[in-house]
């Protein structure tokens, strides 16, 4: 069996669930090479996340002076120029392309453009060239898809939109993911036409049903068209734009048509079915070490099979795991807190721990709703709408969820992130100071009134 390998670790894709391991595992002394046949640091930096929260910024103040319009403190709400707002974003967003392959050079990292193929346990492939290590990390990410339906090649992805030089003025959102609300929440708000066509029965199916219905009911209101429980079967182009069609007989005309129903794991022409790797629509399968059916392989990221949400934290989380892992500062299987997540529409939904839906159809828990939008208005931008609800296990009395709406929703669950992560009983945390007033000090204020 061969020992002398070329490097200790190959990291095939080199996004946020690598970049950090393969840092890691090179200022630690270790010979490590990452191959990347994109953008180096992968979508969340490159045209995922980053970009978009660069462009969700305007829209964030804008439903802020929406608020105000309510008690006269605004005329009027400010139109937001995108043309503009996407010349501020790329710059920025551009910078880290030059940034991101020396970060990992700088750290000891071989950085190989190209597509990595295995050829063996052992053994990776760029463009006929032989690497060897003696672990191989597997994180290829994940891709818009399309349906292959007629008129397929008039439908955009993600990627697509975040390079828009002008917003549409007629927009049909196919999916109601996090993704299409997202994206239709910032058109909405320009004033487009929006509509969002779901296979399901609603939208956002992993946030709480409550809250999702408020930011529907709020698009609507706006004059977005909502239709569930349909298919998008054929797109076609017309003199006046594109018309959609669905199966059950619906049709509308848009300008623009932005698919995001789920995203594919780039696993394919990776060699992983010769090496008998399993891997299905979700992504590769992995055990409780990521490690794939081959014991020196692993795989991290979007491109896992899991239940946990796909983000940007659990691909840290993961790559921080398999560097200890490999540099022997632990042998136990990978834990994952309770992972506090959220999707940015106006007003914003998080949650964290327990599903709000799924606690209060068990008695095993205690639910507090609180009305927070109406106890704290002068620390909310005058949003009386925003509610956060507070799960505690009764045999522990441990808070062990929390779900919120509103605009710093997200600030809000990540400091109750910390409370559910140390399980901080309620004497502990009574115990507890923090700055007033803050955004995040109402919660916690609330959090202690309701224990």
Excluded at 12 to 33: E, P, T
Excluded at 158 to 186: C, H, N, T, W, Y
Aim: aromatic fraction near 10%; charge should be negative; proline fraction near 4%.
């Amino acid at each position: 069996m061969m020992t002398n390998y070329d490097f200790y670790a190959i990291f095939v894709g080199c996004g946020h669930g690598c970049d950090l391991a393969a840092r890691i595992l090179g200022k630690a002394g270790k010979k490590v090479a990452a191959i990347e046949r994109d953008l180096w640091f992968g979508t969340c930096t490159n045209y995922g996340c980053n970009a978009k929260i660069m462009l969700d910024g305007p829209f964030e103040l804008t439903t802020a002076i929406e608020n105000y319009l309510k008690v006269g403190v605004f005329d009027k709400v400010p139109e937001i120029n995108w043309e503009k707002l996407m010349q501020y974003k790329i710059p920025f967003i551009d910078a880290y392309k030059a940034v991101a392959k020396p970060m990992m050079e700088q750290c000891g990292c071989t950085c190989i453009q190209g597509h990595g193929c295995l050829k063996n346990a052992h053994t990776v492939i760029v463009d006929g060239k032989e690497y060897t290590a003696e672990y191989i990390i597997l994180g290829p990410g994940q891709r818009d898809d399309k349906l292959d339906i007629p008129g397929k090649e008039y439908i955009c992805g993600s990627r697509d939109m975040l390079s828009l030089e002008k917003m549409p003025q007629r927009i049909v959102f196919i999916g109601g993911g996090i993704i299409s609300m997202e994206f239709a929440s910032m058109a909405i708000d320009m004033g487009r036409q929006v509509t969002v066509i779901d296979h399901g029965d609603h939208t956002l199916k992993a946030y709480p049903r409550e809250y999702v219905d408020e930011v529907v009911a709020r698009m609507e209101k706006k004059g977005a068209q909502f239709k569930y429980c349909e298919d998008v079967c054929a797109i076609e182009k017309t003199a006046t734009g594109l018309l959609v069609k669905t199966q059950k007989g619906f049709e509308v005309e848009a300008d623009y048509v932005l698919q995001a129903t789920g995203r594919p794991v780039n696993y394919e022409d990776m060699g992983l079915e010769a090496l008998g790797i399993e891997a299905g629509p979700r992504g590769i399968k992995v055990d409780d070490h990521m490690r794939t059916s081959v014991k020196n392989i692993f795989a991290t990221g979007d491109a896992v099979d899991k239940r946990i949400p796909k983000l940007t934290p659990t691909a840290f989380f993961e790559s921080q795991y398999i560097a200890d892992l490999l540099l022997g500062k632990t042998t136990a299987p990978i834990c994952y807190p309770a992972v506090p997540n959220l999707v940015f529409t106006f007003p914003r939904i998080a949650q964290v721990g327990i599903n709000l839906d799924e606690a209060r159809k068990n008695d095993k828990y205690r639910v507090v709703d609180v009305a927070y939008g109406q106890a704290f208005l002068f620390n909310t931008h005058n949003e009386a709408e925003a509610k956060i609800a507070f799960i505690f296990d009764k045999e522990s009395d441990l808070l062990v969820g929390a779900a919120a709406i509103g605009s710093d929703a997200g600030a809000w669950i990540d400091v109750l992130s910390l409370v559910i992560f140390n399980k901080m009983t309620r004497d502990q945390f009574a115990h507890y100071i923090y700055a007033f007033p803050t955004t995040t000090c109402g919660p916690l204020m609330m959090l202690g009134q309701v224990w």
